[in-house]
């Protein structure tokens, strides 16, 4: 009971916490943002003169002899699903953990769904999909799926992007804007990647703490992978060390954002010891400006 009161205060506190950036993101047009980008097949008329000879179904054309027009309405009800990295590479924070600083983020974006009345859906992985709530509306839907990100145990520490992006493709079947939420040190995901950007709008929200991008000079230090378990001690007073090490974080860097591009995905890059605010609404920006 008492660690139920607990959630429920948790819970809370993140929607108070967000309330003033999802009230700037729905004046910001989130609508027109995520709105109207797709539509959906509705019924088959007769062809009429005039009408786009792109959409005659040729199939029921041909049986009946007599040309036929499929018609298309806007999609009305949008669905957001959320891929969440919950592998033991999160827990890491020079001063907040990458993961809680994640997950008001990804509650940010939730509420600002609800509150625009889209389907919310949510996928929690770490080597495999340990979570999947299919996308629903409402706000007591939202806090479910709130709830679920900060009370969530995972089962293994690793991390296997492509086996939630192949899982995402396979459950996910109508076209959703799908936000993925990771920390993107597994990067054998490009294939699933690219199926899933065929067909979904994909956004990248790449969440990192400054400790990963540098190592200070401190001595000898034993360093840990939060995911193997595996422990090597370095000399951090060697400078070529500490130069080495930022040029091959430099350089994955380089890689994943061209990975990003090639495939026409959207980045929201994030740190855990920052707030994410103004990155959040520079996206918003950004997307605001390509589809005016």
């Keep these: 009971m008492e660690r139920t009161k607990a959630v429920i205060r948790q819970v809370k506190k993140i ?5 003033h950036l999802v009230d700037g993101l729905i004046a910001g047009n989130y609508h027109s943002i995520f709105k109207g980008q797709g539509i959906e097949f509705s019924d088959i008329r007769d062809y009429r003169p005039g009408d786009d000879i792109r959409a005659i179904d040729w199939k029921v054309t041909a049986r009946f002899n007599h040309p036929y027009i499929k018609e298309f309405i806007e999609e009305r009800d949008l669905h957001v699903y959320f891929i969440f990295d919950y592998s033991a590479s999160g827990s890491f924070g020079s001063r907040c953990a990458k993961r809680q600083k994640a997950i008001e983020l990804t509650a940010t974006l939730m509420f600002s ?10 996928s929690i ?7 999947f709530i299919p996308a629903r509306k409402g706000r007591r839907h939202v806090l479910k799926l709130i709830s679920c990100l900060v009370t969530h145990q995972p089962r293994s520490m690793t991390t296997d992007l ?6 995402a493709s396979h459950v996910i079947r109508r076209k959703s804007v799908i936000f993925i939420v990771s920390d993107f040190l597994d990067q054998d995901f490009v294939t699933p990647l690219r199926i899933l950007r065929n ?4 956004i990248a929200i790449r969440v990192h703490d400054r400790r990963e991008q540098q190592i200070p000079d401190v001595g000898l230090i034993e360093l840990e992978d939060e995911e193997s378990g595996e422990q090597l001690l370095v000399d951090t007073s060697d400078e070529t060390f500490r130069q080495n090490y930022q040029r091959m974080v430099r350089a994955e860097k380089r890689k994943l954002d061209a990975l990003f591009r090639k495939h026409r ?3 929201v890059d994030i740190e855990s010891d920052g707030s994410y605010e103004l990155p959040l609404k520079n996206f918003f920006r950004m997307r605001k400006r390509r589809l005016c």
């Design 162 to 167: 492509q086996q939630a992006l192949v899982h």
């Design 113 to 122: 769904a609800m509150r625009n009345n889209d389907n919310v859906g949510l």
């Design 15 to 19: 929607e108070l916490s967000t309330k």
């Design 199 to 202: 067909r979904h709008d994909v």
């Design 125 to 131: 992985f770490t080597d495999r999909v340990e979570t």
């Design 265 to 267: 995905i959207d980045t």
